[in-house]
């Protein structure tokens, strides 16, 4: 029998629900005030004669028929109601403190976001800023309460736990100097997505195991091979136990995928991981393509070093956080060649797209800044809109302004395998197309991205010389490093791009690089790897061959 406080949260939830559904607002606010009085009630509802329910203060007749409903169903069929055509993202919504029913009724209606990975996103590119009631200082402490909440899950992006993970393996290191401690599992194979942290230790049990509880550390599992702590950062912490001379087979076994471990075999028990590819007599493969067991030379792996410019950012023309000199220079600070500036295209009035008259100013404005930067150079791009039938948002007059176009789906995600294929299709059949952004449109852990046929669009890239984008924000990684292989087998090149909306942005080069490892890829078939010479060679021979 439900008690007083969890009808009470039913009908606080039917209210707050009602709000962001814009329903009655009389209704809304009634049932608000029921579930106010009914947690403040000396006695429990289910022990009071049903006929004099409706006497208590904030509880009418209509309150009470739904109080005796819950009391005798333990359902409230209005709730049910409402819950069922609501996102579960945007009901979870409601957890983030900083954002009641109006706000996230704007969130979910206005800006078309329904969860609440997609919404830390749109903080992270400052588009809150663009609607009504939502301002600087909303919009941090909207991001701070999600980051908050999203700590306390159970799974995380490897960028998020990557520090937390550094700083414990240091600081194991510090205390147990004569014990070995090495990272193994997801975050050794560098999965974009990490369940548990673990690690392979000669320390102990009995030494290692009072390292946690005596910092508040909780004991999930433990056996005689390994033992599992979750302390207040919500994060699990496994550590596989092994001896000198057994820490290269278990530091093996543990940072290999189950497939790839059974094509390879019996493992022989040694030191050091490498003795077990010299007794097979194969070349040592790199933790992160320890997925599928792939015979054959092992590729030279791209590396974060050989990225030579920054594709894809925007600037505070639409919606990111700088101007597009100080973003400039920032890339030349670091060391890259040059910039493609790619803001927001006219449809995206979330995001302050550019329209044509904009985009004038905005290329006068870079070709002044080309003109002082030496050896540096800033390409005018735009990242336009793919439209409900896969035209651009531009006329090709507007397109052809451009050193190059990156195409993108960004509005009405909610579609069928045919729907999204015909868009994306006409978009990389568009002559102005030089680039297929974050082709599935997905966000980890958020948002699975429209159902595409990835062999078709790969396809269909090489066909018509598009590249494709390996989105290096950690919330996308997309394309899927899972399909990178045939991308490469096909002919097609890939670009791993920031889409930095901030100066800190161009980091997340990092992850894009950890990925394109896992898909195999090289320096040699990466845009973003071209120098400068290259890269405007490759613009200029593609706009040849398309004859624009």
């Given amino acids: 029998m439900p008690d007083n406080y969890q009808i009470a949260e039913m009908f606080s939830l039917l209210s707050k629900l009602m709000d962001i559904h814009g329903e009655d607002s009389f209704k809304a606010k009634t049932y608000a005030a029921a579930a106010f009085n009914i947690e403040k009630?000396?006695?429990q509802l289910a022990e009071v004669e049903p006929a004099k329910i409706s006497t208590y203060k904030g509880i009418g007749a209509s309150t009470s028929k739904k109080i005796l409903e819950i009391l005798q169903t333990g359902e409230l069929k209005a709730l049910t109601d409402i819950i069922a055509k609501t996102p579960p993202g945007v009901i979870e919504m409601l957890s983030i403190k900083g954002i009641g029913p109006k706000k996230i009724s704007t969130i979910w209606k206005e800006m078309e976001i329904e969860s609440i990975g997609e919404l830390l996103y749109a903080c992270e590119e400052n588009r809150?800023?663009?609607?009504?009631?939502f301002g600087e200082k909303t919009q941090a402490n909207v991001k701070e309460s999600i980051e908050f909440f999203l700590k306390h899950k159970d799974i995380h992006l490897y960028a998020d736990v990557e520090a937390y993970a550094m700083a414990v393996d240091k600081n194991l290191r510090e205390h147990c100097k004569q014990y070995r401690f090495e990272l193994t599992g997801e975050?050794?194979?560098?999965?974009?997505i990490i369940h548990q942290l673990e690690w392979v230790t000669t320390t102990p049990f009995a030494t290692l195991l009072p390292i946690f509880t005596n910092n508040n550390f909780e004991v999930k599992e433990q056996n005689d091979s390994f033992v599992s702590v979750k302390g207040p950062e919500n994060i699990v912490l496994q550590f596989h136990f092994a001896t000198a001379e057994n820490f290269g087979t278990v530091l093996f076994q543990t940072s290999a995928a189950e497939n790839f471990l059974q094509a390879w075999g019996p493992v022989t028990t040694v030191a050091e991981e490498k003795i077990l590819f010299e007794e097979k007599g194969v070349a040592f493969i790199p933790s992160c393509l320890r997925e599928e067991l792939v015979t054959g030379a092992v590729p030279d792996l791209i590396q974060a070093s050989s990225i030579k410019g920054i594709i894809h950012s925007h600037s505070n023309w639409s919606d990111g956080g700088e101007t597009i000199e100080t973003m400039a220079r920032h890339a030349q600070q670091m060391g890259f060649e040059y910039l493609v500036i790619s803001d927001h295209s006219k449809s995206a009035g979330y995001a302050n797209g550019l329209s044509v008259e904009r985009i004038e100013a905005q290329h006068q404005y870079i070709d002044e800044l080309n003109s002082k930067l030496n050896g540096f150079r800033i390409f005018k791009s735009i990242e336009a809109d793919i439209l409900g039938d896969g035209s651009l948002d531009y006329d090709d007059e507007t397109l052809a302004s451009f050193d190059l176009v990156i195409a993108s789906v960004h509005s009405n995600l909610k579609m069928n395998e045919e729907k999204a294929?015909?868009?994306?299709?006409?978009?990389?059949?568009n002559p102005y197309t030089t680039i297929l952004g974050h082709m599935t449109g997905r966000l980890l852990l958020s948002r699975a991205g429209y159902p595409l046929d990835h062999k078709k669009i790969i396809d269909a890239c090489v066909a018509n010389s598009v590249v494709i984008e390996l989105n290096a924000h950690p919330r996308?990684?997309?394309?899927?490093w899972r399909w990178i292989p045939y991308a490469l087998d096909k002919g097609a090149l890939i670009s791993i791009d920031p889409d930095a909306h901030e100066l800190s942005g161009y980091n997340d080069i990092k992850y894009g690089v950890l990925a394109a490892q896992k898909g195999r890829l090289t320096n040699s078939r990466n845009l973003s790897s071209f120098s400068l010479r290259q890269f405007e060679e490759y613009i200029m021979d593609v706009r040849m061959e398309k004859g624009i």
Avoid: H
């Fill in 41 to 43: 009630l000396p006695v």
């Fill in 476 to 480: 996308r990684l997309d394309i899927d």
């Fill in 128 to 133: 809150l800023l663009l609607f009504k009631g």
């Fill in 421 to 429: 294929m015909m868009r994306v299709l006409n978009a990389i059949e």
């Fill in 187 to 192: 975050f050794r194979r560098q999965m974009e």
